[in-house]
């Protein structure tokens, strides 16, 4: 592997994931799926297992339909497809975590429906801004690795446990360069290479990741950044597998210089800074929140006001998953808090089970004119 | 069914409960009001003197009277999507324009929340909070994956002895010890007399339909603690008593028995009657009215009992404990068959139910119907395609009772 292709590496490991699967199955490993960043990988990780981040990916969504209605969001409706067409063979274990009403009902449904998987829900609080939620969130993730031990047969490693919070934090820095150097060289690295790198990541062993990433982030020199004057713009919303947006920036001449996304900064900011339970529990206490957590009224939106403001951000775009609640709660005040710190936003609602649409295309293109 | 008092006192017991708040709230500077989720632990707020407003009651009204599409459209105008709970939805829309069947809920002094029946209710609660520019008080009670464990009791339990304070400084009332245990007293009694009235139900023929109960469940939410509904529980109890004596059903020549699962379809609860009544089809019993049948506060720790009985609510607990508690319905209430409404607004509850109808079918034998729908939005509602399949149901139900 040579750095210099890196965006194609991550590119390709993108494009097949489940080749991914495969292939670390080929060589002896154990799998464990999740579904949301509120699973504590590196738990996952000191148990020896690779976390593997479950996104759905069918685009024709028909068997899921005999287990889940149609107004449930295509995240997980695909997610479920997947499954029923056998995508994810191999997986040792599918672990949950607490967030909004539908993943709720899924775990239920999936629990219910697959007896021969290890199924596991890390109940997080919903609070996540007080002590008494700290307390339960800590007991909650001693509960996680004390079921960990029991199927497991192993019992957890500290020195392990140790090793694993720091290839994580690595790999969180890194992205957090990634990105940085993207806003200095976004015509050298893509924006689609940063959606690439940070899917790769949740589907890989960080430590395949994280060396050729650093070597692939040594070519640039910080301190020689591009002259460019590309509009800056902002992506805000739950999960989004699809390129589209990355590249029709870039063929607008604008660029996607950070975001809020699943998929994307909220996965990997913050570092863990102690190397223990609580370290990885504290971590998701400090870090930027899900709409589906709870930190007071305004947590949200001071915090994307002040990332906008940071990365000079010149549009923000509200990519919003069709049915997924949590996020659309928040559009409307958001989108105020938002235009009050002078930043417009465009609203482009994305269902992951449909081709991409002109759609995109055109909301992408009318409100780029309207931040000339 | 035959015509009773009851229904008439309840009518006046909620129309002073509504006319007491928005006047109390406007004109009377001493006043606290709190809006608060239905799983919400509404004792607290009786013991204190605050009196409480449930959006989701007023949001049943919306939907009742048929102002469900009017005033999402309201919501929808902000750019709230279509997609979320058509409770929030008429909530927004009351809260902009006044509009609803009592001129719109009364400005609140704080909000309390309680995740126990979705996590729509937080964000909806997130987003009224800071339209009203008030206090919001949390209650996170985590969803039972896995049962209830002591992990969450404790949690729950602390935070009950976290959000007094926050009440008490917000509102300048002080709890006190005496109140509380009297309040709780009178929340089992009236919990206990809610039970019994849907329990009427056993009986062949029943005395009243779930239809009726949607409708007689609104004091047991909004004034459970109080000695009205105590009062007014045992009043109604004696009429169904009455009718059971007399051997007088709700629905004449009671042929079919269904249990109803998820919430009611507010604006077609006439017309679903009818219909139903027409066939001799007969609603004795739901999951939903039932959610309010099981909670034990013990007066003497009601903060411990609270949050066991907060934490494991019907929609907190999972699809395999739904599965048993539906089963357990249907069992209890000798039903021939149940309706499944597919709720668009309510995700939590909908989720699991193609399971749940499988699973309970295996169980019991019986068959069962699953309707999509909404609770308040019509748009979401075809009266032509629901009515064959209940005709078409009903013919299933026959053709059994037949070969039986
Ligand atoms: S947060 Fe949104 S995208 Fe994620 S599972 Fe829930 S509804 Fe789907
Ligand atoms: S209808 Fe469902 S989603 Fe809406 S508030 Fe009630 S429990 Fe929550």
Redesign the pocket.
Known sequence: MNAKNFPEIVADICANPYEQLKRYKAAGKNIAGYTCSYVPEELLDAFGYIPYRLLGRAQNIRQADRYLQTYCCSQIRSLLEDFINDEYIGIDAVIFAHTC?SMQSFHDIFKRNNPDIFVKNVNFPTSINNDIAFRYALAELKNFAAALEEHTGKTLDRDALVESISVYNLNRGLLDKLYALHRSYPKEIPGVTLHHTVVASMISDKRDINGILESYLGTFDENEPEDDKRKRLMLIGSINISEDIYLLADEFGAMIADDDLCTGRRYFAQQVTEPTIEGVARRYFSRPHCAAKHRGLYSREHYLTGLAGKCGIDGAIFLYLKFCDPHSFDYPDLRKGLEAKGIPSQLIEIEQSLAPSGQIRTKLQAFLEILE | MPKIDSNKKLRNLMKKYYVKAKLGAKYWPFTKTCWIT?GGPVEILIAMGITPIYP?NHGAMIGAVKMGVELSGEAEKLGYSQDL?S??RCDVGQAVTQKSPVGGLPRPDFLLCCNN??G??LKWYEVQARYYDVPLVFLDTPYNYDGLNDDIVNYVKEQFESIIPEIEKITGRRLNEKKTKQVAQYANEGIKLWNEILSTCENVPAPMTCFDAFFYLAPIVTLRGTKHVVEYYKGLKKELEALIAQGKGAVENETYRLVWDN?PIWYKMRRLSKTLASYGACLVGDTYTNAWADNDINPDDPFGTMARAYASVY?NRNVDAKIENFTSLIKKYKADGFLIHSNR?????SFGQFDIKDEVSRRTGLPGLIIEAD?CDTRAYSDEQIETRLQAFIETLKERKEAS
Request: aromatic fraction near 16%; charge should be negative.
């Open positions: 009403d | 239905s989701e709970c409770y929030f029946i979705c729509t209710v919430l929609l607004s309510c995700k939590p509850y609770m």
